[in-house]
């Protein structure tokens, strides 16, 4: 059983930054992939950024489009803490939304098991 707990949201004002961090407990030996989600009100769950366990990231929405996030967001991991890191720099009021972190582990089968955390809020106003 894995835990994934989200700190490091709360509101800011456009331009700020804020950096997210999803701690992972529990029987863990190792973690694939983790990623960052989003969901805005009255939107459909979206991909915010993934990294695998080898380091490699890549960033959901439209690359050079307003609302790409690539660019000002980065995601990172500190492996050895089980730690997910979601560094968010010039934020827009778009980018409010409630940020779900996700962990694909490893099981005994040799598939994965996914998990997610609780959410945790996200609000930048203009």
């Known amino acids: 059983q894995v835990q994934l707990v989200e700190s490091g949201g709360g509101l800011v004002q456009a331009g700020g930054s804020l950096r997210l961090s999803c701690a992972a407990s529990?029987?863990?030996?190792?973690?694939?992939?983790m990623g960052w989600y989003r969901q805005a009100p009255g939107k459909q769950r979206e991909l915010v950024a993934t990294i695998t366990s080898g380091g490699s990231s890549k960033y959901g929405g439209r690359i050079n489009s307003a609302d790409s996030v690539k660019g000002r967001f980065t995601i990172s991991r500190d492996s050895a803490k089980n730690t997910l890191y979601l560094r968010m720099n010039s934020l827009k009021p778009e980018d409010t939304a409630v940020y779900y972190c996700?962990?694909?582990?490893?099981?005994?089968?040799?598939?994965?098991?996914?998990?997610w955390g609780q959410g945790t809020q996200v609000t930048v106003s203009s």
């Open positions: 996700n962990a694909a582990v490893p099981t005994m089968y040799g598939d994965d098991s996914t998990y």
């Open positions: 529990g029987s863990i030996f190792s973690i694939n992939t």
